[in-house]
C-alpha cells in the first residue's frame, strides 16, 4: 500500500506556477469572497490566499458580513468582472440562506470563473474543450497520475453527485476513457457497485463511509471527504484503517484531496490571466 502525498505533489504544482509567472513578469490577481461567518469556509480562504501568496499571486479579500444583500453582493461582484487588476473571481460557497447561490455564480463573468462552476464552463467540461479545469476533480486526476496508474479501459466509481465533485469528476474520468459509475443514496448494492472499482472515488461527505468490505484488493482510493469525526478530528469518507491494507495507493485526509484543489485553483487563476490577455 502507498500513500499518496497531495501535499508535496500540490507544491509542485504551485512551484511550476510561480516559475512561469516570475518569468514572463505577469501580474495576476484573484479576488476571494466570503460571506458570513462559516468556520469552515474561513480556513478555506486563509489555505487559498497563502497559495497565492506560493504563488506570486495577488490576493484580494472582500470579507462580508452575514447579513449582505444579494443586491450587493451581485453588484460586487459586477465591479471585479470589470476590474483589470481581477483575473479570477472565487465566492467561497456555502452562502448564507438567503443568497441564492446559482444567480450568484452565474453573475461571475466565465472568463474570470476560475471554480469553474458557471453553467457556461460546466458545459465546455462536459464536450472536453475546457476553459477551466473543475478544480477537485482535476486535482484527483493529478494525484491519479502521479501513481501512474493508468486510467483508459479501467472500472472507476464515484460516489456522489455533486456539481462540485461528483459530476465533472466522472466526466474528467470519462474524457480519459475509463469506464464510469456514478452511485448516490438511492443506489442499490452499494457495496457491490464499487467493489468492481479499480480506481475508487469518495465524495459523500460522511465520515467512516467507505469500509473494507466496499473496496477491492489492489484498488486506488481516492477520498474527497472532509469531516469532523465524534472527537472533532479532520477525517474523510474512508474508514482509513481498515481499507488502507487493501489499496495500491491511497489519499490520506488531511493532506490528500485538500491541498491539490487548491493547486488546481492557482492553475486556474493563472489560465484566466491568459484567457483575457488574448482576448
Ligand atoms: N466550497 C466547497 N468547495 C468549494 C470550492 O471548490 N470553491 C468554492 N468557491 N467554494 C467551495
Known amino acids: 500500500m502507498n500513500i499518496i502525498d497531495g501535499k508535496a505533489v500540490s507544491a509542485e504544482v504551485k512551484a511550476k506556477i510561480r516559475e512561469e509567472i516570475e518569468r ?5 490577481g484573484l479576488a476571494v469572497i466570503i460571506v458570513g461567518n462559516d468556520q469552515a469556509s474561513r480556513v ?11 504563488c506570486g499571486i495577488k490576493s484580494y479579500e472582500y470579507a462580508l458580513p452575514e447579513d449582505t444583500t444579494e443586491q450587493e453582493l451581485l453588484e460586487l461582484v459586477n465591479t471585479l468582472n470589470n476590474d483589470g487588476k481581477v483575473n479570477g473571481i472565487l465566492c467561497q460557497l456555502p452562502l448564507p440562506k438567503h443568497l441564492n447561490e446559482e444567480r450568484v455564480i452565474e453573475s461571475i463573468s466565465p472568463l474570470k470563473d476560475v471554480d469553474a462552476f458557471h453553467a457556461v464552463n460546466v458545459g465546455k467540461i462536459m464536450i ?28 472507476c466509481v ?20 475509463a469506464t464510469v459509475t456514478i452511485c448516490h443514496s438511492r443506489t442499490k448494492n452499494l457495496a457491490e457497485v464499487c467493489r468492481r472499482a ?3 472515488v469518495s465524495a459523500v461527505g460522511r465520515a467512516d463511509f467507505v469500509t473494507a468490505d466496499m473496496v ?7 477520498d474527497v471527504g472532509m469531516n469532523r469525526n465524534a472527537e472533532n478530528k479532520l477525517c474523510g469518507d474512508v474508514k482509513y484503517d481498515e481499507v488502507a491494507p487493501k489499496c495500491s495507493y491511497i489519499t490520506p485526509v488531511p493532506g490528500g484531496v485538500g ?11 493563472l489560465m484566466a490571466k491568459k484567457l483575457q490577455s488574448n482576448a
Open 24 to 28: 514572463d513578469k505577469l501580474e495576476v
Open 44 to 54: 478555506y480562504v486563509n489555505n487559498k490566499k497563502k497559495a497565492c501568496e506560493v
Open 128 to 155: 472536453g474543450n475546457y476553459a477551466f479545469l473543475p478544480c477537485t476533480p482535476a486535482g484527483v486526476m493529478e494525484l491519479i497520475h502521479s501513481t501512474g496508474t493508468e486510467v483508459s479501459g479501467k472500472e
Open 158 to 177: 464515484v460516489i456522489g453527485r455533486s456539481n462540485i465533485v461528483g459530476k465533472p469528476m466522472a466526466m474528467l474520468l470519462l474524457h480519459e476513457n
Open 198 to 200: 479499480d480506481i475508487l
Open 216 to 222: 477491492k484488493d489492489g484498488a486506488v482510493v481516492i
Open 259 to 269: 491541498p491539490m484543489t487548491i493547486a488546481m485553483l492557482m492553475k486556474n487563476t
